[in-house]
Every structure is written in structure tokens, then in C-alpha cells.
């Protein structure tokens, strides 16, 4: 893929909390702000060698892609790469609805393209573009409550599906959804929704109970078969996974302890950590999802960074483990026999540790200014990024059965 163009996504929600599709956030690594029109170009063609060269399966699998189209991108006309069907069009906020957009977006919108308006403010002007949408996006994330409501009840008229995007708390979430907002995006599902009086439910104790004795580094394989002889299904899962075309064996394993042998305790350790972690089901799948792409980023950058590959993995994996269990992450952390560097990395995001960890998050985020300041290449960043997204899937799919 190309080496200049840093790409991530964001999931966007239905109002069940399935993922609808993934806005895909990208930019050019050698972009200069002194030059935005040029940048903005150049970010859009890089977006669609990107997309040729990487293809979308291995960015949205079969979930909508999101993509946003500066005003001479619009102009200019899309190749071919940008086909109807599985491509939703973002029309920027700063895009001016002159006759020769509102004619281009016409003709795009002709060929069969889905057409949605970022960041969208009411005014008159903006009628003609409004005709033409598929979709509005409202930015609720410094509107008071009061405001959102006013804005819904302005484009009501309009009969548009509304998309609310920032939606960065569980608050805003409700809000948004009991205003009618069809579509939901933002980082809110990874936020805990605090459990009163500080009790965590039965079924995630014993989840972190099993957590805990997972990370205790002197647990022994009896323990660790112990350990899944309380949930059959675990073991069924970790064999299917070793046996399964991604390892290429020719011998099919039928123990755990064979298992152990071929790939190492640590490694079925892993698994069951990210097993034990899947069983928490009132969560929104692509919460997990996101655990897993963290953890095999922070461990694919982890040398780069200084980071044992190790704790790194489990740094990432652990990060939405307060969102996962609805408890402070100090007090879930107190549970667990982790390493103080582990610690102060998830709390504080201190130690090379943690300012690994807030690289990650910053490009999960497209955040790309502080992305810039780690001064690794973009190209490692990319690929990196792209590998754990397609691994995180494959593994998802394989060992968890999701």
C-alpha cells in the first residue's frame, strides 16, 4: 500500500448497536498545512490508491465504508475505484453548494451513490444539498442537549436519517437515540456505564476471577486445564482454532496439552484471557473487537516503542476493560496480579509503556497530530494498523465465533 497515507476507521451504530459501516480516517503523512487545498487533493487520491491497492474487505469487511470528498475531489469526479454500492459519499462541512457541486453530486448521486452531509449546520443556502442527501451527520459533541433537539426538530421536515457523530458519553447515546437519530458514531461504547454502589454483577466477577489467575505468571498447566475444565466450550474453541486452515498443521491437535506443547502456555493463556474476556454479552461485539485491535497494535509497534511485545499485547487488550466489566479501571486493576508498568501504562498512560498505549488510542482516533509527534514512519504505522484490523477479524471470527 502507500507509505504516505495514514488510514484508520471509526464503527458507526445502528440504533441496536450493531455496526452499520466505519467511517475511514486518513490523511497524507507528508501533508503541510501551509498548502490545504493541495493536501486535501493529494489525501483523496492517496485514499484511493489505498483503497485499490489494500481493498475495502480488509478495511470494512461487508459493512459500509464512509469517505470523505473534499469540494475538488467532487469536481474532479471519482475513479473508478469509488463504485456505487458499498461506498457512502461524506459531502464536508465547508463544501459550498455552488450549481457545479450541486450538479456533480447530481450526477453522482444518478450513478447510485449514497450521499451524506458531514457536520451538517441548517441554513437556507444549504437546501439544494439537502435535496440531494441520503444521510445527515449532526456534530453533538459540544452541543448542549437543548441544541441537538433543536436541530432535529429543524431538519424533521426533511425526512433524513440522522447520524450523530462525537458521541463520545453513554448520556449523549441515550439522549441522541430518544431524539430519534438513526445512526450513532463516536468512542461512547467504549466508556463505562458506572454500576451504582460500586457492585459488579456475578457473571463478571467470576470473569474476573478467571482473568486474574490467568495473568498470575506461576500458573501451572494443571491450573490452566483446571481452568477450562469449567467451560467446555473453551477448550472446543482454542482446538478448532489451532486446527483450522490459518495454521497449516498436518497433524490435528486433540488436547489442550498438545496444543500447549505446539504453541507455548503463554499463547493458550492468551486465548483464554480473550475467551474469558468474550463472555461479557451485554457488550456491543465491536467493543471486543476494538480490545483486539489495540492489543495487536500495541504489540506489532512494541519494539519500535521500547515495549516488551508481551505486556504491550495485554496493555492493549485490557484497555477497555473498564468499559467491558462497568467498573473504574483502577478499581478492575486492582483485581489482577499485573506489573506496575501494565498498571500506570492503562491508568495514566505514563511509561513507555503508556505513551505507547496513547499512540495507539491516537490513531484509532485519527488524532494525527499526536501520531506525528511519536516520529515513526507512517508507513510502519499503516500497515501495522491494517495487520491488526485483519488479524483481530480472522481471530475473532475463528476462536470467539463472532
Known sequence: MPT?????????????MSVHGYELLYRAGDTQQANVTDGEL??????????????????????????????????DGLPSAFTPGQIVLEV????????????????????????????????????????????????????APAEIARRVRQLAPFQRPLLAEKVETREQFQHCLQLGFTYFQGYFFCKPDLVQGGHTPACRSVILQMLARLQDPDLEFEQLADLIAR?????????????SAAFGLRRKVDSIQHAA????????????????????DDKPHELMLTSLIRARLCELLATEMGVAPGNAFT???????????????????????????INQALID????????????????????????????EVGTLSEAYLEAVEWSGGLARSLVGA
Not at 504516505?4 to 441496536?16: E, G, K, T
Not at 489494500?54 to 478495511?59: D, E, M, Q, S
Not at 506443547?261 to 461479557?280: C, D, F, H
Not at 468499559?323 to 486493576?333: I, N, Y
Open 349 to 376: 498512560h505514563t511509561g513507555t509503556a503508556g505513551r505507547l498505549l496513547h499512540l495507539v488510542l491516537a490513531y484509532e482516533a485519527g488524532d494525527w497530530e499526536t501520531v506525528d509527534a511519536a516520529q515513526l
Open 92 to 143: 464536508l462541512e465547508d463544501v459550498a453548494p455552488t450549481a457545479a457541486v450541486v450538479e456533480a453530486l447530481s450526477r453522482l448521486k444518478a450513478a447510485g451513490h449514497t450521499i451524506a452531509l458531514d457536520d451538517f449546520e441548517y441554513s437556507e443556502a444549504q437546501r439544494p444539498l439537502l435535496a440531494l442527501a441520503d444521510l445527515i451527520k449532526l456534530d453533538v459533541l459540544d452541543l
Open 42 to 75: 493529494a489525501t483523496s487520491q492517496l485514499l484511493v490508491n489505498a483503497l485499490m491497492e489494500i481493498g475495502l474487505p480488509h478495511l470494512v469487511g461487508d459493512r459500509l465504508a464512509f469517505v470523505n470528498l473534499t469540494e475538488r475531489f467532487i469536481l
Open 261 to 280: 506443547t505446539l504453541i507455548g502456555l503463554q499463547r493458550i493463556k492468551t486465548w483464554l484471557t480473550i475467551l474469558a474476556l468474550s463472555q461479557v
Open 4 to 16: 504516505s497515507v495514514y488510514i484508520a476507521r471509526q464503527p458507526i451504530y445502528n440504533r441496536d
Open 231 to 243: 467451560d467446555v466450550s473453551f477448550a472446543y474453541r482454542i482446538l478448532r482454532y489451532i486446527n
Open 315 to 341: 496493555i492493549g487488550l485490557f484497555s477497555t476493560l473498564d468499559a467491558l466489566t462497568d467498573q473504574p479501571l483502577e478499581t478492575v486493576l486492582a483485581e489482577l496480579p499485573l506489573a506496575e508498568e
